[in-house]
């Protein structure tokens, strides 16, 4: 599985972004797609997933404010960003979980929340 994340880029404060992933390869075999970011000299955490039943689950620190969707006839999931703050600075990676636990990552997309 291959994964293409794009839509980072440079936001204001309370500002939005969208960012997608593409799925690529052995796309049959997904079930929840993720979203993790890491932040400079922290650890990497998880933002959000979607199962493939489409049930989301949100990290505390985004509920309310961020959105996870996935189409599965493109193999994408999304991210909209909402009333964005400086701490959710970080580069935004995917990931995808297989039917057989394995896990693959895409190459991240930096997001930037400054004014």
């Known amino acids: 599985v291959q994964l293409q994340a794009s839509g980072g880029g440079l936001a204001q404060p309370g500002g939005s972004l969208r960012l997608s992933c593409a799925a690529s390869?052995?796309?049959?075999?997904?079930?929840?797609m993720l979203w993790h970011r890491q932040a400079p000299e922290k650890q990497r955490e998880l933002v959000a997933y979607?199962?493939?039943?489409?049930?989301?689950y949100y990290a505390d620190s985004v509920k309310g404010r961020f959105i996870i969707s996935r189409d599965n006839a493109k193999n994408t999931v999304y991210l909209q960003m909402n009333s964005l703050k400086p701490e959710d600075t970080a580069v935004y990676y995917c990931?995808?979980?297989?039917?057989?636990?394995?896990?693959?990552w895409g190459q991240g997309t930096l997001v930037t929340v400054s004014s």
């Open positions: 390869g052995s796309i049959f075999d997904i079930n929840t």
């Open positions: 990931d995808v979980l297989t039917s057989i636990g394995a896990n693959y």
């Open positions: 979607i199962t493939d039943g489409g049930s989301p």
